[in-house]
């Protein structure tokens, strides 16, 4: 079993920053992926941004590429989501998601981030 602790989120004005962690946890797992997604109000949820645990490749949405950056500290397994020049279309809820080799896929619990003046 695999639990994902995900960071608060919050509220931050347009053109504002914010950093999101997310930290797994549990027995005998092997990460191949970690990432974010979020759901707005009415929309469907979509991949914000993901990375691979092996290499560190990353691959981002195109709404939030050259604001977001997303990392991981693979001692920690922990994956962070840097988010610059945020935009009211960002207010959503995010989601943490862990992709496994062999125990199939795992999310957080989600944090709401608000951009709003």
């Known amino acids: 079993q695999v639990q994902l602790v995900e960071s608060a989120g919050g509220l931050v004005q347009p053109g504002g920053s914010l950093g999101l962690s997310c930290a797994a946890s549990?027995?005998?797992?092997?990460?191949?992926?970690m990432g974010w997604f979020r759901q707005a109000p009415g929309k469907e949820r979509e991949s914000v941004a993901t990375?691979?645990?092996?290499?560190?490749?990353?691959n981002y949405a195109g709404s939030v590429q050259g604001r977001f950056t997303i990392s991981r500290d693979i001692a920690k397994n922990t994956v962070y989501l840097q988010m610059n020049s945020l935009k009211p279309d960002d207010t959503a809820v995010y989601y943490c998601?862990?992709?496994?080799?062999?125990?199939?896929?795992?999310w957080g619990q989600g944090t709401q981030v608000t951009v709003s003046s």
């Open positions: 998601n862990l992709q496994t080799l062999l125990q199939g896929a795992y």
């Open positions: 549990g027995s005998a797992f092997s990460i191949y992926a």
């Open positions: 990375i691979t645990w092996i290499g560190g490749i990353t």
